[in-house]
Each structure stands twice: as structure tokens, then as C-alpha cells.
């Protein structure tokens, strides 16, 4: 059978063995109150439910993982997104399901093998608190997203900021889908935005000139804010950089200039691409 994850089942191994020492150390952790390295709490979990030949089979993951896994998009390391190296057949009592029922489905007692097989093919549970808990952080990941991109058009392209994006969103019937990923529920946000408040997306390109006394940390650290489209170091040791990026971001990005040039450095606006030059 082809692993789901694009691993290969070709190794040789004590199937038994295997499922019985990671049941025995996962009541082991469970006893002491901690969790293996790399696996999630109980309480980050969602339950994912595959029925099949008659037989129930649930796994415990972490909800955005499942989603992944379940699009095909997963590319992490599942060991670190389950909250239980095991399969069962209720999650909630920890009653497991014979190992010959699971060779019978998955041709296989490996829970590493099957865990992505359920997500795969089963439906994801869950609880109303854990749906509510995914729309907010979700809901929050949005409204940052939008923050840190958009611009007033109206206001000279001055940034939003977050408190309008979400007093806006309140004006409108958009409602964050948590089941879905973030981005590309975005444009659906903007469109449902745009009757609201002046807004749109936007890149802004600022040129900074770092005074001598402080270009050599300074330009360090601002350099990797955007995207540097040019830098020169000048006779005084003054240091130049041109950077893009997203317009939302305009005040942190004088923030962080001022934080480390003590407020000495100058700053303007490129708008003339021909202002810009290669490095």
C-alpha cells in the first residue's frame, strides 16, 4: 500500500512491536504529565474518525495539520503534529481497536502508516469551543494580514490599522472559515471591505540614510525588513539603503529605524522607479 505521505513502507520491522512500544510510551508520558519531544497536548487536539469494514478508527491532531494532510499539502514531520503515536477506536474512552482489524483496513499496525490514512479519508471532529478557538486565532491571523499589506488610498496610501480592519469586518456579513487556510480567504475579506473603508493592497518603497555613528549595527537590522533594492556607503560613513516592502508596515519600519539610529536617520518616500537601481 502507498504511504499518503510519500514515505517509503519498504523497511523491514516487528509491526507488533513497534505498536505496542509506542502505546506503552505514550501511557508512560501521559502518567508523568509530559508529552514525547515534538508531539502536541491533548488539548490542541482534534479527533479525526474513519469508519470502515464495520469498524471505527480515530486519530488525535493538530487541526491546521489535518487540514494539510488532508489537501495533500502536509510537508512537516507528523511526529510533531499528533498528540498520540496510537490509534483508536475511541479517542475519548482510549479503547483501541484489534490489531487484526487494523491489518484488515491498512494492511499495516503502524500507527505512523495509518494516522494519515484516517485524516486522509475520514472526517475531522471537532467540539464547538475548539471550532470557536480556531475562528478567532484564525480570524486574528486574517485581520494581521490585512494590516500589515493594506493602505488607505484616500489618506496619502496610509497604513490601517488593526482596530479599523476590525471594526470594519464588523460591518460586513465576511465570516472567517476555520476550517479553511488563511490565504486565500483574504481577497474575500477585501471584497467584503472595500463598500466599507477606502482600502487596497500595496508595496512602498523607502529610501533611509543611517547616520555614520550608528550605520554599523543599524543597517543590519533594517535591512532585513524588506526587500533591499540598493545600498551605498557614503564618504562620511553614512550608510544608504532603498527598501520595499508591504505598505501596512510603514510604522514599524520608522519604528524600527528610530529605535536604533536614536531617531537621527532620514527617511523618504521612492516613488519614481527610476530612483531605484540594481545592487
Do not use: C
Not at 231 to 251: H, K, N, R, Y
Amino acid at each position: 500500500m502507498d504511504d499518503p505521505l510519500g514515505r517509503s513502507l519498504d523497511r523491514p520491522w516487528d509491526r507488533s512491536l513497534a505498536v505496542g512500544s509506542s502505546r506503552f510510551r505514550r501511557e508512560r508520558h501521559l502518567a508523568r504529565g509530559v508529552l514525547p519531544g515534538g508531539m502536541i497536548s491533548l488539548d490542541e487536539a482534534v479527533t479525526a474518525r474513519l469508519e470502515s469494514h464495520g469498524e471505527r478508527f480515530e486519530v488525535l491532531v493538530d487541526p491546521d495539520a489535518a487540514l494539510e494532510i488532508k489537501r495533500g499539502e502536509f510537508e512537516g514531520d507528523l511526529e510533531d503534529v499528533i498528540a498520540a503515536e496510537d490509534v483508536f477506536e475511541d479517542a475519548a474512552s482510549g479503547d483501541r481497536p484489534a490489531e487484526s482489524d487494523l491489518e484488515e483496513v491498512f494492511d499495516t499496525t503502524d500507527p505512523l502508516e495509518i494516522i494519515p490514512q484516517v485524516i486522509q479519508n475520514g472526517e475531522i471532529q471537532i467540539t464547538a469551543e475548539q471550532r470557536r478557538e480556531m475562528q478567532e486565532q484564525k480570524h486574528k491571523q486574517l485581520v494581521d494580514q490585512i494590516t500589515r499589506n493594506a493602505v488607505n488610498p484616500q489618506m496619502d496610501d496610509a497604513p490601517h490599522p488593526p482596530e479599523r480592519i476590525e471594526s470594519a469586518l464588523e460591518e460586513t456579513d465576511f465570516r472567517i472559515d476555520p476550517m479553511e487556510p488563511v490565504e486565500p480567504q483574504v481577497d474575500e475579506a477585501l471584497d467584503a471591505l472595500r463598500p466599507v473603508i477606502p482600502i487596497r493592497f500595496d508595496e512602498v518603497t523607502v529610501a533611509v540614510q543611517v547616520p555614520a555613528d550608528y550605520a554599523g549595527s543599524a543597517q543590519a537590522r533594517i535591512r532585513q525588513f524588506g526587500d533591499l533594492e540598493r545600498e551605498e556607503w557614503q564618504p562620511d560613513g553614512s550608510w544608504v539603503g532603498v527598501l520595499t516592502f508591504p505598505a501596512g508596515m510603514q510604522d514599524d519600519f520608522y519604528d524600527l529605524v528610530n529605535e536604533h539610529t536614536s531617531g537621527e536617520a532620514e527617511t523618504r518616500i521612492v516613488k519614481d522607479e527610476d530612483e531605484i537601481s540594481t545592487r
